[in-house]
């Protein structure tokens, strides 16, 4: 599976954007997706995920309520829509495909992972 994002950028607090990742090579409906974040100098850490389904859906606790993750099967893509964005939000995002039927929420789950769009939030 090969994953592209696109929709970083430069957004003001309290702003908007909407991530998307496309993916190709397999069947997309196959696979659970998660978006991903690392800031500089920390660990990559969770920030939502979907089952193939769109059943199971979770979120890291500080998205919560501002994230929503989605997915259209038929465009073969997951979507990442942030709003009221803040600062410690910056980071670069990635998405990843995880083989299986729910909704991971650890690194190690997933297979395939894309390379990442910057997403930066200024005060």
């Known amino acids: 599976v090969q994953l592209v994002e696109s929709g970083g950028g430069l957004v003001q607090a309290g702003g908007s954007l909407r991530l998307s990742c496309a993916a190709s090579?397999?069947?997309?409906?196959?696979?659970?997706m998660g978006w991903f974040r690392q800031a500089p100098g920390e660990e990559r850490e969770f920030v939502a995920s979907i089952s193939w389904s769109s059943i199971s859906i979770y979120y890291a606790d500080s998205v919560k309520g501002r994230f929503t993750i989605s997915r259209d099967n038929a465009k073969n893509t997951v979507y990442l829509q942030m709003n009221s964005l803040q600062p410690e939000d910056t980071a670069v995002y990635y998405c990843?495909?995880?083989?299986?039927?729910?909704?991971?929420?650890?690194?190690?789950?997933?297979?395939?992972w894309g390379q990442g769009t910057q997403v930066t939030v200024s005060s």
């Open positions: 990843a495909a995880a083989r299986g039927s729910y909704a991971y929420i650890e690194k190690l789950s997933y297979d395939y």
């Open positions: 090579g397999r069947t997309f409906s196959n696979y659970a």
